[in-house]
């Protein structure tokens, strides 16, 4: 019997932080007037570079979300210093601020997302919201895309002093909804945090694939499901199954 349903917010319910070359380019064409003999295509490539091998590391994605400006400033300025640019490194701040306001400007909620919570909701499912990052910032976002009257709980990094991978985001989750790991299932893009992670808690976890990633070679867990879009999951629980399960507790 599913009782509960957990979500994960960035790259989940809205689009956040996927894909992040696309967005360094444009910021890096924003400065071209002050990259000299650099080339934009240069400037772009080593940063997008960097911070992919710089947040490929669970302490520093932490240290990324939870110190933001004073991580990105740095992780920018060791980029332009690496990528041989050392006299760039005194736009530095500039860079690696507008790339997170770039990366804000062009946030938006899924256009199924609000139809899927709904749908949960409406069948009287307790809802979870389990993001990590920083109070403030994420609190902001759930306010901003309408999520803030949608949900039971919402388990945030920073206030919980905790958050994903580790068990106690979902077992405190569980706990505040009322619910047993095996009544509830997870939602997320992150295969390791979203879904592995879950699933050792007893939970079944459900893989929001968006960009077709494929499975790697040997994991320890199955996701339950794949889907590529919110959507999806209006077939795989469609309302009369769940009212039913209520209904009769199956």
């Known amino acids: 019997m599913i009782r509960a349903v957990l979500f994960?917010?960035?790259?989940?319910?809205?689009?956040?932080?996927?894909?992040?070359?696309?967005?360094w380019r444009a910021v890096a064409e924003e400065?071209?007037?002050?990259?000299?003999?650099?080339?934009?295509?240069?400037?772009?490539?080593a940063l997008a570079d960097s911070t992919a091998v710089f947040l490929s590391?669970?302490?520093?994605?932490?240290?990324w979300r939870l110190e933001q400006v004073v991580t990105r400033r740095s992780v920018v300025r060791h980029a332009l210093e690496k990528a041989g640019f050392p006299d760039l490194a005194k736009l530095a701040e500039d860079i690696a601020d507008r790339y997170a306001s770039y990366r804000e400007e062009n946030m938006f909620l899924y256009p199924d997302a609000h139809q899927v919570i709904d749908h949960f909701r409406e069948q009287g499912l307790r809802l979870g919201l389990v993001t990590n990052g920083a109070t403030e910032v994420q609190n902001a976002k759930?306010?901003?895309?309408?999520?803030?009257?949608?949900?039971?709980?919402?388990?945030v990094e920073e206030e919980a002093g905790f958050g994903k991978p580790d068990g106690r985001a979902y077992r405190e989750t569980l706990a505040a909804l009322n619910v047993r790991p095996e009544e509830a299932i997870m939602?997320?893009?992150?295969?390791?945090?979203d879904v592995l992670s879950p699933k050792r808690e007893g939970l079944m976890g459900i893989w929001c694939n968006r960009f077709g990633l494929k499975l790697p070679p040997s994991i320890p867990a199955q996701p339950d499901h794949t889907i590529t879009r919110l959507g999806e999951l209006l077939d795989i629980y469609p309302a009369e199954q769940l009212r039913r399960c209520q209904l009769q507790g199956c």
């Open 8 to 23: 994960d917010l960035d790259d989940t319910l809205i689009f956040a932080y996927a894909n992040p070359a696309p967005a």
């Open 31 to 45: 400065f071209a007037p002050y990259l000299g003999a650099a080339p934009v295509d240069a400037v772009a490539k």
């Open 57 to 63: 590391d669970d302490e520093n994605r932490r240290r």
């Open 142 to 155: 759930i306010d901003r895309f309408g999520l803030r009257n949608r949900f039971d709980h919402f388990q």
């Open 187 to 193: 939602i997320g893009d992150d295969l390791v945090w």
